[in-house]
């Protein structure tokens, strides 16, 4: 499915983002982009927790090495 994407250009991102831009219209997009941001660094925050959570059950398996 990546495959799609190694063959879009700058052209064709500009192209579609134009056309988002002028379906939705600027103020969904800022939402929808807002929410993609939080989305992102709620996910970042949650991947930090269960590292360190791997980490924890690392040193007690490992016994603390």
Do not use: Y
Not at 2 to 21: M, Y
């Amino acid at each position: 499915m990546l495959d799609i994407l190694k063959n879009v250009g700058p052209a064709e991102l500009v192209i579609v983002i134009l056309v988002v831009g002028g379906v939705f219209g600027s103020q969904k997009l800022k939402k929808l982009a807002e929410g993609l941001g939080e989305s992102a660094r709620e996910l970042k925050g949650i991947k930090q927790e269960l590292d360190s959570v791997k980490s924890d059950v690392s040193e007690v398996i490992g016994g603390g090495k």
